[in-house]
């Protein structure tokens, strides 16, 4: 799976020079049928900045596909001559760390996903529906935090870490994003909560149902939608998550890989690691990102336009 | 844990932030008034970094505006849509990328022997350039990868926005005769406003730009994008004795003011949006 996906693409980059002459056929048959130039300048336009979009990725994949002997080169050559899929094996074989700091990635963030989506739906419900003292208070100091940079965190949190004996654990990372994370999560589902009709709750009661079955079986299914939203909103962040993790970790124990990256610095003159393991790790990196990106793709629009947006 | 985590950290910044706490010496904290910040106030790296930090700003929002701007205008005008879908989708892209990963592969892309921008600029036969090393140019690289990297944010703000416009006004401008040109500067542009100013409001917050500099030059070449933030950073986890009670009060003015800013943009964001 992690082969496929660079695979085609890489054979997309190889296939450019015979897709160009095609592409200016197409365009001549569209002019010669009347389509206005303005529309074709549009899309000219649109297709330039998509490239621009991609074309890191593109060039990270010709990095990591091609052989060594063709890497350092002056000048470089933008394509390689011919594709090779051992870095992506090396960068295990050469440097046996990168599954470390890949186990420390997954669990840290999945931890802290789990642990914000849990909350959050349980304590939205709380703040939508249930009557309890200073619930108003309550909310508006979860506003207020919202708002707040984590950064201005970063002293006090480093030394309530260093003194509760968690600084370079995986539990060091996963309470402050829990933490971090809540506020927007709970704001989030809350609105979702307060947006699904009371009268069906009213109906359940009427049937002798008690509030955690009510929230059990009727408001976690129906504000399914946004506990997902909450998630890749979770996630984002928290994949590529870098001062706190740079900060609070200082080791193999819980060093994730958006800092084990900085290991893999593409240095010719340490002679350590090759640019082109480098280039697969990173690439690596970006994929979990990228299928929960278009793999949810539905939500994500709907999150951020309505969730986000609206909060 | 929200409480542990997010309540007594900030209630103890606010202790931290009027104490003498250098975390490496041992010294237990010790309440001492004001004395950070008249400190703060009398730091010749204050002005210097804040003045860097702004000069950032004014290389990263107008050019970022103005990218996200055009493309979102030009999405809004594609009917088709299949292909509208597929266009937002690879252009925001790069919103989501993890972002540790994402400074460092621009980093790479920056090398000066064997980045991509030398590459090209190789085939055009231009001299190769020191994009991160060069002290003038430092800073509007980071700022370039930046509008890259959170143009799709924009763009989309600029789509609900364009969304919002009935689409009759553009016709009726058409039927009496003005131009594509006349219409985006007439009819569109005006009707943007609001969102301009939340588009403004959010990216000010890059003004606590911390991350981007700490991985792709450390704040160098000879501090020249030391920001704001980062001087924060350096003086509690760098500086010789982690002075973690000076830097929280350079950490909480940063805090106080990103907050304020959030705060407005979410306002005007609600407004819109209902």
Same mark, same amino acid.
């Given at each position: 799976?992690?082969?496929?996906?660079?695979?085609?693409?890489?054979?997309?980059?190889?296939?450019?020079?015979?897709?160009? $002459?095609?592409?200016?056929?197409?365009?001549?048959?569209?002019?010669?049928?009347?389509?206005?130039?303005?529309?074709?300048?549009?899309?000219?336009?649109?297709?330039?900045?998509?490239?621009?979009?991609?074309?890191?990725?593109? !060039?990270?994949?010709?990095?990591?596909?091609?052989? %060594?002997?063709?890497?350092?080169?002056? $000048?470089?050559?933008?394509?390689?001559?011919?594709?090779?899929?051992?870095?992506?094996?090396?960068? @295990?074989?050469?440097?046996? @760390?990168?599954?470390?700091?890949?186990?420390?990635?997954?669990?840290?963030?999945?931890?802290? %996903?789990?642990?914000?989506?849990?909350?959050?739906?349980?304590?939205?419900?709380?703040?939508?529906?249930?009557?309890?003292?200073?619930?108003? $208070?309550?909310?508006?100091?979860?506003?207020?935090?919202?708002?707040?940079?984590?950064?201005?965190?970063?002293?006090?949190?480093?030394?309530?870490?260093?003194?509760?004996?968690?600084?370079?654990?995986?539990?060091?990372?996963?309470?402050?994003?829990?933490? !971090?994370?809540?506020?927007?999560?709970?704001?989030?589902?809350?609105? %979702?909560?307060?947006?699904?009709?009371?009268?069906?709750?009213?109906?359940?009661?009427?049937?002798?149902?008690?509030?955690?079955?009510?929230?059990?079986?009727?408001?976690?299914?129906?504000?399914?939608?946004?506990?997902?939203? %909450?998630?890749?909103?979770?996630?984002? $962040?928290?994949?590529?998550?870098?001062?706190?993790?740079?900060?609070?970790?200082?080791?193999?124990?819980?060093?994730?890989?958006?800092?084990?990256?900085?290991?893999?610095?593409?240095?010719?003159?340490?002679?350590?690691?090759?640019?082109?393991?480098?280039?697969?790790?990173?690439?690596?990196?970006?994929?979990?990102?990228?299928?929960?990106?278009?793999?949810?793709?539905? !939500?994500?629009?709907?999150?951020?336009?309505?969730?986000?947006?609206?909060? | 844990?929200?409480?542990?985590?997010?309540?007594?950290?900030?209630?103890?910044?606010?202790?931290?932030?009027?104490?003498?706490?250098?975390?490496?010496?041992?010294?237990?904290?010790?309440?001492?008034?004001?004395?950070?910040?008249?400190?703060?106030?009398?730091?010749?790296?204050?002005?210097?970094?804040?003045?860097?930090?702004?000069?950032?700003?004014?290389?990263?929002?107008?050019?970022?505006? +103005?990218?996200?701007?055009?493309?979102?205008?030009?999405?809004?005008?594609?009917?088709?849509?299949?292909?509208?879908?597929?266009?937002?989708?690879?252009?925001?892209?790069?919103?989501?990328?993890?972002?540790?990963?994402?400074?460092?592969?621009?980093?790479?892309?920056?090398?000066?022997?064997?980045?991509?921008?030398? *590459?090209? +600029?190789?085939?055009?036969?231009?001299?190769?350039?020191?994009?991160?090393?060069?002290?003038?140019?430092?800073?509007?690289?980071?700022?370039?990868?930046?509008?890259?990297?959170?143009?799709?944010?924009?763009?989309?703000?600029?789509?609900?926005?364009?969304?919002?416009?009935?689409?009759?006004?553009?016709?009726?401008?058409?039927?009496?005769?003005?131009?594509?040109?006349?219409?985006?500067?007439?009819?569109?542009?005006?009707?943007?406003?609001?969102?301009?100013?939340?588009?403004?409001?959010?990216?000010? *917050? &890059?003004?606590?730009?911390?991350?981007?500099?700490?991985?792709?030059?450390?704040?160098?070449?000879?501090?020249? &994008?030391? &920001?704001?933030? +980062? *001087?924060?950073?350096?003086?509690?986890?760098?500086? &010789?004795?982690?002075?973690?009670?000076?830097?929280?009060?350079?950490?909480?003015?940063?805090? +106080?003011?990103?907050?304020?800013?959030?705060?407005?943009?979410?306002?005007?964001?609600?407004?819109?949006?209902?």
């Amino acid at each position: 799976m992690v082969e496929a996906v660079p695979h085609l693409a890489g054979a997309g980059i190889l296939r450019l020079g015979q897709v160009i $002459p095609v592409a200016v056929t197409a365009l001549r048959r569209g002019l010669r049928r009347g389509v206005r130039p303005g529309a074709l300048l549009k899309h000219a336009a649109l297709l330039a900045a998509v490239f621009l979009s991609i074309a890191p990725f593109l !060039w990270l994949l010709s990095i990591a596909l091609r052989p %060594v002997t063709e890497t350092y080169i002056v $000048p470089m050559p933008l394509l390689p001559s011919s594709l090779t899929f051992t870095h992506f094996l090396d960068m @295990l074989l050469v440097a046996p @760390l990168m599954a470390v700091y890949y186990r420390n990635s997954f669990v840290i963030t999945g931890a802290s %996903v789990a642990a914000v989506v849990a909350i959050a739906c349980l304590a939205g419900y709380a703040f939508a529906r249930l009557h309890f003292p200073a619930r108003e $208070p309550l909310f508006w100091i979860v506003v207020t935090a919202m708002f707040l940079p984590a950064a201005i965190a970063l002293p006090p949190l480093y030394v309530l870490l260093s003194n509760l004996n968690l600084l370079d654990t995986w539990l060091g990372l996963i309470l402050p994003y829990t933490g !971090w994370y809540l506020p927007v999560s709970m704001f989030i589902m809350r609105g %979702v909560y307060q947006a699904i009709p009371r009268e069906l709750e009213d109906a359940a009661r009427l049937d002798g149902a008690s509030a955690w079955q009510i929230f059990w079986r009727i408001m976690l299914p129906l504000g399914a939608s946004g506990a997902i939203v %909450v998630a890749i909103l979770a996630f984002v $962040p928290i994949w590529g998550e870098y001062l706190f993790s740079f900060t609070f970790t200082s080791t193999t124990n819980s060093m994730p890989m958006s800092v084990g990256i900085r290991f893999f610095e593409p240095s010719p003159a340490t002679g350590k690691y090759t640019f082109n393991v480098a280039a697969a790790a990173a690439l690596v990196m970006f994929l979990p990102s990228m299928l929960v990106y278009v793999g949810l793709q539905k !939500w994500f629009t709907k999150g951020l336009m309505e969730g986000a947006l609206k909060f | 844990m929200f409480g542990v985590f997010v309540l007594y950290p900030l209630a103890n910044a606010l202790l931290i932030a009027f104490s003498r706490y250098q975390f490496l010496t041992g010294e237990a904290p010790r309440f001492t008034g004001l004395a950070n910040v008249e400190r703060w106030l009398g730091d010749e790296r204050l002005l210097e970094t804040i003045g860097i930090t702004l000069q950032y700003m004014l290389i990263y929002l107008p050019a970022s505006t +103005l990218y996200a701007l055009a493309v979102a205008i030009l999405l809004d005008r594609v009917v088709n849509r299949r292909l509208a879908t597929g266009y937002r989708v690879l252009l925001y892209l790069p919103v989501v990328l993890p972002a540790s990963i994402t400074f460092h592969m621009w980093k790479w892309m920056y090398d000066p022997t064997w980045g991509l921008f030398n *590459q090209l +600029l190789g085939v055009f036969g231009v001299p190769a350039l020191r994009w991160l090393s060069d002290p003038d140019m430092a800073l509007p690289s980071i700022a370039g990868m930046e509008v890259w990297h959170l143009m799709g944010i924009t763009m989309m703000l600029f789509l609900v926005g364009l969304n919002n416009i009935p689409r009759e006004l553009g016709e009726a401008a058409r039927v009496d005769g003005a131009s594509p040109w006349q219409i985006v500067r007439h009819v569109t542009l005006p009707l943007l406003k609001p969102i301009f100013l939340i588009v403004v409001v959010l990216r000010l *917050q &890059t003004l606590g730009v911390i991350t981007q500099p700490l991985i792709m030059t450390d704040g160098g070449p000879i501090r020249s &994008t030391t &920001t704001y933030g +980062l *001087q924060a950073y350096f003086i509690a986890f760098r500086d &010789t004795v982690w002075d973690i009670g000076y830097a929280s009060i350079w950490f909480l003015v940063l805090g +106080l003011f990103s907050a304020l800013l959030a705060f407005v943009a979410w306002r005007g964001m609600r407004s819109q949006v209902e």
